[in-house]
């Protein structure tokens, strides 16, 4: 057997049925346990160079993947000797391969071919718009079906390199959170089931190639780690890894600390970690969130709720490694985007631009010893780039409804829609939990 799940909490070997929730009923994540301990780099397309820690049998021929490189000018700008990139977006000229710019890419691989691995029935994805075009794209490339809810105001965020014709789109008139609702409740049809978000050891473990590529690349796993969070889910995966490669003993002992951040006004994770508890309190951390999160320049750093509390997640990976979670102004990631770009050559999606100014920041501080090593996850980027080499492919939606709406609206056309993917994998789509 390649790999088991088993239970942070209950530490339950669990078989990987699609499982994304423990069957003992803990409040935990599963983590994939793998049957090599040690990290063997394979001569294969992609994240598929470090299959052996993927909760996938087959191979995609997918180019996808993140890069590491060492960063001069900036580095030099924030009087840092030993920064790190690791780069997940669009950017031919160092190797950056991902088409539709961020890592969401990275978790849709590894998602979707475990999905169809398993049989588990099709998949139903909220997403404010970069999981959603990243899961468009992979259902482009390999034509496995899926369905996605995004706000209405997103849908122009949903787009692909090449014709989307496997996915259903659902445009929701609200928010992410609306968005995440009415998908949650559309899986009480038939063979749809839902991603699982952090939940889903597969999206965590194609998110870690991050820093398993950081670390093979210079040899070691990095003193610090930088990255902004919504979910933390990223965060958790970057943790993870590490937990892996020091096991695997060739890469140090010590775990990297997280640096994490999120975007003013919308800032629950530093105002739950800064008092060191382990459960949000809403009222108090998410205080008049609708309107908090409009204000918010990088909206994929607005989760409402995070993996946090929940055993092996963000709490944990942040007491783990001693971690920060510091809050980021719009003005300031703005600024950090602009003298990125103008020291190593690339755009920045919003919430990278976030994580740049966490960094700036904390090396203005004098956070950070000028010598040590730091991995700055560059989680997206490109845009500019990418519409130099291709014609990019806006998806429609498939059809529009009010938030809250009842799930009569789509149950005939999803129906009809399915029927062509139908597959003997689809009766079995109640027994994936
Ligand atoms: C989703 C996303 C993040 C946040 O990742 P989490 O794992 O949800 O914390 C950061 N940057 C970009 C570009 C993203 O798309």
Known sequence: MKYNLRCVEGREA??????????????????????????????????????????????????????????????????????????????P???????????????????????????????????????????????????????????????????????ADAVFLIAVDGDYSDAIEFADRLTALGPLVAEGGAKNVARRDGMGTVMLDAAVTAGRIPDHY???????????????????????????????????????????????????????????????????????????????NPPYGIRGGLFDALSDTDGTVSPISNDAARIASRLFEGTEGIDLDPAAAVNAANLIEASEAGVLDPKSSVLLNVTGGGYERVKEDYCLLPLAAACTVRAGASLDAVRAPITEWLRPFEAPWTGSASSAS
């Open 226 to 304: 930088f990255q902004a969070v919504g979910s933390g889910t990223g965060a958790i995966a970057a943790w993870e890894a590490c937990l892996r490669l020091r096991r695997d003993g060739r890469f140090g002992a010590r775990l990297p600390r997280l640096h994490l951040c999120q975007n003013l006004p919308f800032i629950p994770l530093v105002h739950a970690w800064q008092d060191r508890r382990r459960h949000l309190i809403p009222a108090l951390d998410m205080f008049r969130a609708r309107e908090t999160v409009r204000r918010v320049h990088a909206d994929v750093l607005t989760n409402r």
């Open 93 to 163: 000229e160092r190797g950056g391969s991902i088409p539709t710019c961020t890592f969401k890419e990275l978790e849709a691989i590894p998602t979707l071919l475990r999905l169809q691995e398993k049989g588990a029935g099709t998949l139903v994805v909220a997403s404010a718009g970069n999981t959603g075009r990243a899961f468009a794209q992979i259902s482009a490339v390999t034509g496995i079906p899926v369905v996605l809810v995004v706000p209405e105001a997103n849908v122009a965020r949903i787009w692909t390199t090449e014709p």
């Open 14 to 91: 669990v078989e990987d049925r699609y499982t994304n929730a423990c069957p003992s009923g803990h409040h935990a994540l599963l983590r994939t346990e793998y049957a090599r301990e040690r990290l063997n780099l394979r001569d294969l397309p992609g994240i598929f160079r470090f299959c052996d820690w993927l909760p996938v049998e087959e191979v995609l021929p997918l180019d996808a993947r993140p890069v590491t490189y060492r960063s001069r000018e900036f580095a030099r700008e924030l009087g840092l000797t030993n920064l790190d990139v690791g780069f997940s977006g669009y950017w």
